[in-house]
């Protein structure tokens, strides 16, 4: 199939642009025309425009030739479906089974939030899995034809990039990390620490979530700018700000920065669509770059420039 390419007018001197466009595109041998009431498209192999000018009016006398030759669906998507229409195309087929997935989950996300309150004692992957096995119980289906959807390689890849967290946190390296940049903002004037603090937590928060999970990892800088803020005597709000922007912007930075990269990479391959390590790492990279810049004007704007959230 050809790649999509933009359309581009036929070089001056050809017939000009009266009642034909072209279509840029891979060469085809000889050449295609598809006909319609008022517009002739010929894919042929062609060369560009003469002028920038030329180019964009051409490409005007198109838009309003082509919006006249292929028909309109904007009544199909005028947003007047009704709920029968909706019913018909999405049938329910097992409504028992709707039921019971609606009650149990309602139970697990009721649970994730008094876990904390009531000291149920279990962990959020705990109350995931015991709703997991209460709707399988109540499912009553084999289970093998369900296994096969199960993305098994992505489960695997987040189970040992966990056990490494672990590991990495258990020999003190994030600790570390939080350490040194403690000791690099108490090197700095006291008028300006909190500056220093920003900048530096954002960017160290940026690169290092780009490497390691940020999950993890903000999970265990918390207690560090706790420390740096009593020790240093820094406002704790716009160290938590900075905290979780910097380690959601590097998560942006690398295929393993964040899980939902991770999850989008697997369904991807498994759709035929493999998204390497290399190739998002060349545009994830400039955009975290790109962020993270913009954060930096706006946490000195916003904390060091007006005083929000200071004190």
């Given at each position: 199939?050809?790649?999509?390419?933009?359309?581009?007018?036929?070089?001056?001197?050809?017939?000009?642009?009266?009642?034909?466009?072209?279509?840029?595109?891979?060469?085809?041998?000889?050449?295609?025309?598809?006909?319609?009431?008022?517009?002739?498209?010929?894919?042929?192999?062609?060369?560009?425009?003469?002028?920038?000018?030329?180019i964009?009016?051409?490409?005007?006398?198109?838009?309003?030739?082509?919006?006249?030759?292929?028909?309109?669906?904007?009544?199909?998507?005028?947003?007047?479906?009704?709920?029968?229409?909706?019913?018909?195309?999405?049938?329910?087929?097992?409504?028992?089974?709707?039921i019971?997935?609606?009650?149990?989950?309602?139970?697990?996300?009721?649970?994730?939030?008094?876990?904390?309150?009531?000291?149920?004692?279990?962990?959020?992957?705990w109350?995931?899995?015991?709703?997991f096995?209460?709707?399988?119980?109540?499912?009553?289906?084999?289970m093998?034809?369900?296994?096969?959807?199960?993305?098994?390689?992505?489960?695997?890849?987040?189970?040992?990039?966990?056990?490494?967290?672990?590991?990495?946190?258990?020999?003190?390296?994030?600790?570390?990390?939080?350490?040194?940049?403690?000791?690099?903002?108490?090197?700095?004037?006291?008028?300006?620490?909190?500056?220093v603090?920003?900048?530096?937590?954002?960017?160290?928060?940026?690169?290092?979530?780009?490497?390691?999970?940020?999950?993890?990892?903000?999970?265990?800088?918390?207690?560090?700018?706790?420390?740096?803020?009593?020790?240093?005597?820094?406002?704790?709000?716009?160290?938590?700000?900075?905290?979780?922007?910097?380690?959601?912007?590097?998560?942006?930075?690398?295929?393993i920065?964040?899980?939902a990269?991770?999850?989008?990479?697997?369904?991807?391959?498994?759709?035929?669509?493999?998204?390497?390590?290399?190739?998002?790492?060349?545009?994830?990279?400039?955009?975290?770059?790109?962020?993270?810049?913009?954060?930096?004007?706006?946490l000195?704007?916003?904390h060091?420039?007006?005083?929000?959230?200071?004190?």
């Open positions: 199939p050809a790649t999509p390419a933009p359309f581009l007018p036929r070089p001056a001197g050809d017939g000009g642009f009266e009642d034909k466009c072209v279509v840029r595109t891979q060469p085809f041998p000889g050449g295609i025309t598809y006909s319609t009431q008022n517009i002739e498209m010929r894919v042929t192999k062609t060369g560009y425009g003469h002028s920038q000018d030329a964009i009016v051409h490409l005007a006398h198109f838009q309003d030739r082509l919006e006249s030759a292929l028909p309109s669906h904007a009544e199909k998507y005028d947003g007047k479906l009704d709920f029968a229409t909706l019913e018909a195309q999405y049938k329910i087929k097992d409504k028992v089974l709707l019971n997935c609606g009650i149990v989950l309602a139970v697990v996300v009721l649970l994730f939030f008094l876990s904390s309150v009531l000291k149920l004692h279990l962990t959020l992957s109350i995931a899995i015991l709703g096995m209460t709707l399988v119980l109540l499912a009553d289906t084999e093998e034809p369900l296994l096969v959807h199960v993305e098994w390689g992505t489960l695997l890849f987040f189970a040992a990039l966990f056990v490494l967290m672990h590991g990495l946190e258990k020999l003190g390296l994030i600790e570390w990390i939080g350490s040194v940049v403690v000791r690099i903002v108490a090197l700095a004037p006291v008028e300006h620490r909190l500056t603090g920003l900048l530096l937590l954002l960017w160290v928060s940026g690169f290092a979530s780009a490497f390691v999970d940020n999950i993890p990892y903000t999970a265990a800088m918390c207690p560090v700018i706790l420390h740096m803020a009593k020790d240093l005597d820094l406002p704790v709000r716009p160290l938590v700000w900075t905290l979780a922007l910097g380690a959601c912007m590097g998560g942006n930075g690398t295929l920065g964040a899980s990269n991770v999850v989008t990479a697997g369904l991807a391959q498994h759709y035929g669509y493999p998204v390497s390590f290399n190739a998002f790492f060349k545009t994830g990279f400039p955009v975290m770059i790109g962020s993270m810049v913009t954060l930096t004007g706006y000195l704007l916003v060091s420039v007006l005083g929000w959230d200071v004190r």
